[in-house]
């Protein structure tokens, strides 16, 4: 088996630069403008140079297709009673993966690529990337367990354009 260090050389390699000029922020754990924002795993999507922020401004949750998963409504719950989340943008975006297939489809294609039969779980695919959104910010909106005063919004990030577009959701 290799081990760490020959696997993830290139993060060590990137690691030992980032150290050598990495000064404390004195940042703390809260989000410094309140806001949560739910996105894809999509490279192309950095959240915050697309917001204009900083680190320590913004949690950020990612997954494939920025869908609003029970893990995501568990971190939101901490995140807005312990962490200074005060707004929730559920962001996806353009051109994504997740919104090109079916999930059958996207489990053939796995299967096809590696031999592994993914059906055991859910993939979300998303064939209306609107209603999809829709779905998720209800679904946000609505979780009991999340601090009152929280505010959820959505939009969709064009990863051609770079603009963040508002939807009346």
Not at 40 to 45: A, F, N, V, Y
Not at 54 to 68: E, M, Q, T, W, Y
Not at 71 to 90: E, Q, W
């Amino acid at each position: 088996m290799s081990s760490f260090e020959e696997i993830f050389q290139d993060v060590l390699v990137g690691n030992a630069d980032y150290a050598r000029e990495f000064h404390d922020s004195a940042l703390t754990g809260t989000a410094r403008k309140g806001i949560a924002v739910v996105t894809c795993i999509d490279s192309r999507i950095d959240p915050l140079a697309l917001m204009g922020m900083s680190a320590g401004d913004v949690k950020i949750l990612r997954n494939a297709g920025a869908r609003v998963t029970e893990d995501v409504l568990r971190t939101l719950v901490l995140a807005s009673h312990l962490l200074g989340v005060s707004r929730v943008l559920v962001l996806p975006h353009t051109d994504c993966r997740m919104a090109s297939a079916e999930e059958p489809e996207v489990h053939a294609e796995i299967l096809r690529v590696s031999g592994i039969d993914s059906r055991g779980i859910e993939i979300r695919t998303v064939t209306d990337q609107l209603a999809a959104l829709q779905t998720d910010v209800t679904r946000v909106r609505s979780f009991p367990l999340l601090a009152r005063d929280v505010e959820v919004a959505g939009a969709i990030f064009d990863v051609h354009t770079g603009i963040l577009m508002p939807q009346e959701v």
